[in-house]
């Protein structure tokens, strides 16, 4: 959806290649879905830092149809990426901050995601 980042982190952990992502020379990325090497493991959905990954584990007959329905890789988001000012790592160009959401999320909340022990 609309939080993805375009880190790439669901690609490569993707025991199966059911998620795809790649990058060419001129910074645009592509990121795909191919639903019949799909085994509905979590793995992507787990590892998503942005929350951007959603898996229905409960289908209908029809929407299981729908998805083994299609034979080729889906493209699921594209664009082009830019790099964050403060960490330099590559996010999408949706964003129209110039830090990349993680950075931003940092910059609200100093401890990161996780308040220290000592505060609890």
Known sequence: ?????????CGDVCPTGALSYHVDDKGKFQLKFSPLNCVNC???ADCCE?????????H????????FDIQ?????????LK?????HVQYSSVNISDLCPICEQRLT?????VLPQSIH
């Open 60 to 67: 209908t007959s029809n929407q299981s149809q729908s998805v």
């Open 83 to 87: 790099r964050c000012k403060r960490c």
């Open 42 to 44: 979590g793995i992507c």
């Open 50 to 58: 942005m929350g951007a990954i959603k898996v229905n584990e409960t």
């Open 1 to 9: 959806n609309e939080r993805c980042s375009a880190c790439g982190v």
């Open 109 to 113: 909340n100093p401890f990161g995601f």
């Open 72 to 80: 080729n890789q889906a493209l699921l988001r594209s664009g082009e």
